[in-house]
Protein backbone atom coordinates (compact mmCIF):
# COMPACT_ATOMS: atom_id res chain seq x y z
CA UNK A 1 0.00 0.00 0.00
CA UNK A 2 1.55 3.27 -1.40
CA UNK A 3 0.78 5.79 1.21
CA UNK A 4 1.33 9.69 -0.19
CA UNK A 5 1.29 12.75 1.93
CA UNK A 6 1.00 16.53 0.63
CA UNK A 7 2.41 18.71 0.91
CA UNK A 8 5.94 17.54 1.74
CA UNK A 9 7.17 21.19 3.11
CA UNK A 10 4.82 23.12 5.46
CA UNK A 11 5.97 26.84 6.79
CA UNK A 12 3.47 27.59 8.72
CA UNK A 13 3.09 31.67 11.03
CA UNK A 14 3.19 30.62 15.10
CA UNK A 15 -0.52 30.40 15.98
CA UNK A 16 -2.08 29.42 12.51
CA UNK A 17 -3.64 26.11 12.05
CA UNK A 18 -1.40 23.84 9.84
CA UNK A 19 -3.09 20.72 8.10
CA UNK A 20 -1.54 17.75 6.48
CA UNK A 21 -3.24 15.20 4.04
CA UNK A 22 -2.22 11.60 3.75
CA UNK A 23 -3.60 9.24 1.03
CA UNK A 24 -3.50 4.96 0.67
CA UNK A 25 -3.65 3.47 -2.66
CA UNK A 26 -6.27 1.11 -1.16
CA UNK A 27 -8.55 1.31 1.75
CA UNK A 28 -6.71 0.91 4.83
CA UNK A 29 -9.63 -1.20 6.87
CA UNK A 30 -8.46 -4.16 8.20
CA UNK A 31 -10.43 -7.10 8.26
CA UNK A 32 -11.66 -6.71 11.38
CA UNK A 33 -13.30 -3.56 10.39
CA UNK A 34 -11.26 -0.61 12.28
CA UNK A 35 -9.09 1.53 10.29
CA UNK A 36 -5.70 1.14 11.00
CA UNK A 37 -4.39 4.95 9.88
CA UNK A 38 -1.84 6.57 12.53
CA UNK A 39 0.22 9.86 12.18
CA UNK A 40 3.66 10.08 14.07
CA UNK A 41 6.01 13.00 14.66
CA UNK A 42 9.79 13.28 14.54
CA UNK A 43 11.34 15.99 15.44
CA UNK A 44 15.54 16.56 14.39
CA UNK A 45 17.31 13.60 16.33
CA UNK A 46 14.88 11.95 18.15
CA UNK A 47 13.22 8.94 17.37
CA UNK A 48 9.12 9.01 15.83
CA UNK A 49 6.40 9.72 18.64
CA UNK A 50 3.19 8.01 17.64
CA UNK A 51 0.70 11.32 18.24
CA UNK A 52 -2.75 9.66 16.80
CA UNK A 53 -4.04 6.16 16.57
CA UNK A 54 -6.58 4.52 13.94
CA UNK A 55 -7.56 7.50 12.56
CA UNK A 56 -8.63 10.43 15.26
CA UNK A 57 -7.59 8.85 18.69
CA UNK A 58 -5.09 11.24 20.64
CA UNK A 59 -2.42 9.36 22.46
CA UNK A 60 -1.56 9.84 26.18
CA UNK A 61 0.10 13.40 26.57
CA UNK A 62 -0.87 14.56 22.91
CA UNK A 63 -2.30 18.49 23.63
CA UNK A 64 -5.87 18.79 21.95
CA UNK A 65 -4.69 20.83 19.33
CA UNK A 66 -4.05 18.08 17.15
CA UNK A 67 -6.34 16.03 15.66
CA UNK A 68 -7.39 13.11 12.98
CA UNK A 69 -9.73 12.56 10.93
CA UNK A 70 -10.89 10.67 7.63
CA UNK A 71 -11.63 6.94 5.97
CA UNK A 72 -11.00 4.84 3.43
CA UNK A 73 -8.22 6.20 1.59
CA UNK A 74 -8.13 9.83 2.75
CA UNK A 75 -7.20 11.27 6.05
CA UNK A 76 -6.00 14.54 7.59
CA UNK A 77 -4.00 15.59 10.48
CA UNK A 78 -4.88 18.98 11.47
CA UNK A 79 -3.08 21.44 14.34
CA UNK A 80 -5.26 24.40 14.89
CA UNK A 81 -2.46 26.54 16.24
CA UNK A 82 1.01 26.07 15.98
CA UNK A 83 3.26 26.25 18.50
CA UNK A 84 7.25 26.09 18.52
CA UNK A 85 7.58 22.69 19.41
CA UNK A 86 5.40 21.23 16.60
CA UNK A 87 8.20 21.92 13.98
CA UNK A 88 9.60 18.40 12.75
CA UNK A 89 8.53 15.94 10.22
CA UNK A 90 5.19 14.23 10.16
CA UNK A 91 4.61 10.76 9.19
CA UNK A 92 0.94 8.53 8.39
CA UNK A 93 1.72 4.78 8.47
CA UNK A 94 -0.81 2.42 7.65
CA UNK A 95 -1.24 -1.28 9.74
CA UNK A 96 -4.04 -3.27 7.77
CA UNK A 97 -1.74 -4.46 4.91
CA UNK A 98 1.78 -6.30 5.27
CA UNK A 99 4.06 -4.39 5.04
CA UNK A 100 2.83 -1.94 7.27
CA UNK A 101 4.01 1.60 4.96
CA UNK A 102 4.48 5.01 6.12
CA UNK A 103 4.19 8.26 3.95
CA UNK A 104 7.54 10.73 2.42
CA UNK A 105 6.76 12.92 5.81
CA UNK A 106 5.86 16.47 5.84
CA UNK A 107 8.45 18.72 6.95
CA UNK A 108 6.59 21.60 9.15
CA UNK A 109 8.82 24.65 9.84
CA UNK A 110 7.71 27.97 11.45
CA UNK A 111 7.70 30.56 8.78
CA UNK B 1 11.11 1.74 27.66
CA UNK B 2 12.59 0.00 24.87
CA UNK B 3 16.56 0.24 24.38
CA UNK B 4 18.59 -1.42 21.57
CA UNK B 5 22.08 -2.43 21.09
CA UNK B 6 24.40 -4.17 18.83
CA UNK B 7 24.48 -1.37 16.48
CA UNK B 8 28.25 -1.08 14.57
CA UNK B 9 29.70 -0.18 11.65
CA UNK B 10 30.16 -3.88 9.51
CA UNK B 11 31.52 -4.80 6.11
CA UNK B 12 29.36 -5.94 2.97
CA UNK B 13 28.40 -9.14 3.33
CA UNK B 14 28.82 -9.31 7.21
CA UNK B 15 26.65 -10.24 10.19
CA UNK B 16 25.14 -8.14 13.03
CA UNK B 17 22.43 -9.44 15.30
CA UNK B 18 20.76 -6.09 17.13
CA UNK B 19 18.98 -6.65 20.65
CA UNK B 20 15.96 -5.08 22.09
CA UNK B 21 15.78 -5.09 26.26
CA UNK B 22 11.90 -4.45 27.41
CA UNK B 23 10.91 -3.35 30.30
CA UNK B 24 7.81 -1.06 31.58
CA UNK B 25 5.07 -3.03 29.93
CA UNK B 26 3.91 -6.79 29.60
CA UNK B 27 6.23 -7.94 27.25
CA UNK B 28 3.99 -10.86 26.32
CA UNK B 29 1.00 -9.45 25.46
CA UNK B 30 2.14 -7.12 22.70
CA UNK B 31 3.38 -7.69 18.91
CA UNK B 32 7.34 -6.22 18.59
CA UNK B 33 8.45 -5.23 15.40
CA UNK B 34 11.77 -3.39 13.63
CA UNK B 35 11.88 -0.17 11.68
CA UNK B 36 14.74 1.22 9.89
CA UNK B 37 15.21 4.75 9.20
CA UNK B 38 18.02 5.28 6.35
CA UNK B 39 19.83 8.57 6.22
CA UNK B 40 17.43 11.52 5.62
CA UNK B 41 14.54 9.00 4.63
CA UNK B 42 11.01 8.35 6.25
CA UNK B 43 10.80 4.93 8.18
CA UNK B 44 10.29 1.29 6.73
CA UNK B 45 9.22 -1.97 8.02
CA UNK B 46 11.62 -4.18 8.34
CA UNK B 47 10.13 -7.00 10.73
CA UNK B 48 6.74 -7.87 12.58
CA UNK B 49 6.48 -10.82 15.40
CA UNK B 50 3.54 -11.33 17.17
CA UNK B 51 3.07 -12.07 20.80
CA UNK B 52 4.30 -16.17 21.05
CA UNK B 53 6.64 -15.70 17.79
CA UNK B 54 3.96 -17.89 15.60
CA UNK B 55 3.22 -15.27 13.46
CA UNK B 56 6.24 -13.22 11.43
CA UNK B 57 6.58 -10.76 8.49
CA UNK B 58 9.46 -9.54 6.66
CA UNK B 59 9.58 -7.06 4.50
CA UNK B 60 10.37 -8.32 0.82
CA UNK B 61 14.17 -6.53 0.98
CA UNK B 62 15.59 -8.70 3.89
CA UNK B 63 13.32 -12.27 4.10
CA UNK B 64 16.11 -14.28 3.63
CA UNK B 65 18.46 -12.09 5.19
CA UNK B 66 17.27 -11.13 8.81
CA UNK B 67 15.45 -13.12 11.04
CA UNK B 68 13.47 -11.64 14.10
CA UNK B 69 12.54 -13.47 17.34
CA UNK B 70 11.67 -13.14 21.35
CA UNK B 71 12.36 -14.24 24.45
CA UNK B 72 9.37 -13.64 26.29
CA UNK B 73 10.88 -14.92 29.30
CA UNK B 74 13.48 -12.73 29.27
CA UNK B 75 11.15 -9.62 27.84
CA UNK B 76 14.06 -9.16 24.98
CA UNK B 77 13.78 -9.12 20.89
CA UNK B 78 16.73 -9.49 18.68
CA UNK B 79 16.71 -9.20 14.91
CA UNK B 80 19.44 -11.13 13.03
CA UNK B 81 21.32 -9.65 9.95
CA UNK B 82 22.72 -11.49 7.45
CA UNK B 83 24.51 -10.76 4.08
CA UNK B 84 24.47 -6.84 4.75
CA UNK B 85 23.87 -4.33 2.00
CA UNK B 86 24.76 -0.65 1.71
CA UNK B 87 21.45 0.09 1.46
CA UNK B 88 20.67 -1.72 5.14
CA UNK B 89 22.52 1.01 6.25
CA UNK B 90 19.67 2.84 8.78
CA UNK B 91 19.08 3.58 12.53
CA UNK B 92 17.12 0.74 13.64
CA UNK B 93 14.01 1.14 16.08
CA UNK B 94 12.84 -1.56 18.19
CA UNK B 95 8.92 -0.88 18.40
CA UNK B 96 6.01 -1.82 20.43
CA UNK B 97 3.15 -3.02 19.02
CA UNK B 98 1.93 -3.27 15.32
CA UNK B 99 0.59 0.39 15.61
CA UNK B 100 4.14 1.39 17.11
CA UNK B 101 3.25 3.01 20.58
CA UNK B 102 6.56 3.45 21.52
CA UNK B 103 9.65 3.12 19.81
CA UNK B 104 13.78 3.06 21.01
CA UNK B 105 16.31 5.34 21.25
CA UNK B 106 17.63 3.09 17.86
CA UNK B 107 20.56 1.71 17.19
CA UNK B 108 22.85 3.02 13.96
CA UNK B 109 23.83 -0.10 11.90
CA UNK B 110 26.75 1.38 8.88
CA UNK B 111 27.63 -1.36 6.09
CA UNK B 112 30.17 -0.11 3.86
CA UNK B 113 32.83 -2.12 2.08
Known amino acids: VVMTQSPLSLPVTLGQPASISCGSSQSVIHSDGDARLHWFHQRPGQSPRRLIY???NRDSGVPDRFSGSGSGTDFTLEISKVEAEDVGVYYC?????????FGQGTKLEIK | QLVESGGDLVQTGGSLRLSCAASGFIFSGFRMGWVRQAPGKGPEWVAFINEDGSEIYYVESVRGRFTISRDNAHTSLSLQMNSLRAEDTAVYYC????????WGQGALVTVSS
Open chain 1, 93 to 101: MQSAHWPYT
Open chain 1, 54 to 56: RVS
Open chain 2, 95 to 102: AKGDWLDN
